[in-house]
């Protein structure tokens, strides 16, 4: 039975042009649609199937989840077996000064939590932010994305939050004893794949430190393995101090989280008691899917494979018609000459049974974020096609 016309007459759609397409079922790299296609799935849902989609492990975890039980509490009253674990695992793959995780639902929702913590733990407000960047679509996330064809709507947003050019030196000679925090994705994700240049990170780690200043790295999109670490930070050596993920956290589930010392989070335990709590934050059976999915990727040595990844698919691009090929292991961007070219090039790929996508503020950079399970042969596969459609469009 096809939902089509019931898709585009009932759900509130976010695009004049949604891909649309039906879905049957997925598994690996693949998505299986209602009209017998196949695609290979080279965005993984946004940098979530980090792992390629349904690993069993995971679904097994689900499943001994629910027969046990779902949601029972708001957040931080009960204790779950679920949640526990899965904080434990991943604060045992973080550097000592990340104590605690706090577990939210969304992306978004990680960065209000770590802009409200930052403002409560320094008694400050400004916030510095970056143009170009993406933090998520609800107002505390809004308000720090550097982007104004997205922020204009919706004016007015958080006040007191000031922009500055990513890699450049004006935000290092305005962070004064005022500033809260800073808060950045160490690669830009929706920006184009823009990773940060790592004399500069080490700079703006020093001042913030001068400064009482919090740093806060949102790795919603490049966490969990995508750029062949665990999170992106440990290719500088810069720690933050509050570190955000959501994303592949999940293992295929909704789950967000941010991580800090005890010391910053201690102040959301009080003044008042609850001032800062989630119904759904750390659903157990996304906590499950996410311990699960934490252990196939550590177990299975996946992340070594961004690094392959990364070489062929620099390798095979190298082509006449590509301005660039840039990014860390599995989180790449192509740049292509034009819009034009750029769409021709997602569109014959997608005829021929590759999902690629765009960044959000870019619409000449295509996104390659295959899962870290891809086989070779498959990512050769893809490349060589994306390869021709360059070559047929340059
Ligand atoms: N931060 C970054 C860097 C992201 O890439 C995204 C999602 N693209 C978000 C925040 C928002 O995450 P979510 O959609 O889960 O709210």
Redesign the pocket.
Known sequence: MSFKSTFLEKIALTSDFPMGLEIEKARGTYIFTKDGKKYIDFISG??VSTLGHCHPQVIQAIQEQITRHLHVMVYGEYIMDAQVEFAQNILNQLPAKFERIYFVN??????EGALKLAKKFTGRTKLFAFRN??????HG?LSVTGRNVYRDPYLPLLPNVHFFDFNGDDILNSIDETVAAVIM?PI???GGIIPSNSDWLNKLRNVCNENGTLLIF?????GFGRTGKFFAFEHYGVEPDIL?M??AMGGGM?I?GFAASSEIFSVFRNDPPLNHVTTFGGHPVSCAAGNAALNVLLSENLMANASAIEEMTKNILKADGVVEVRGFGAMLGLELRDKDMTEKVVGYCFEHGLILGWT?HSNTLVRLAPPLSIPKTTLKSALNLIKTAIQLYK
């Open positions: 946004i940098a969304s992306g978004t929702e990680a960065n960047s993406y933090h998520g679509d609800t996330s994705e830009q994700g929706e949102d790795e919603i999109q490049s955000c959501a994303k909704p967000g959000l």
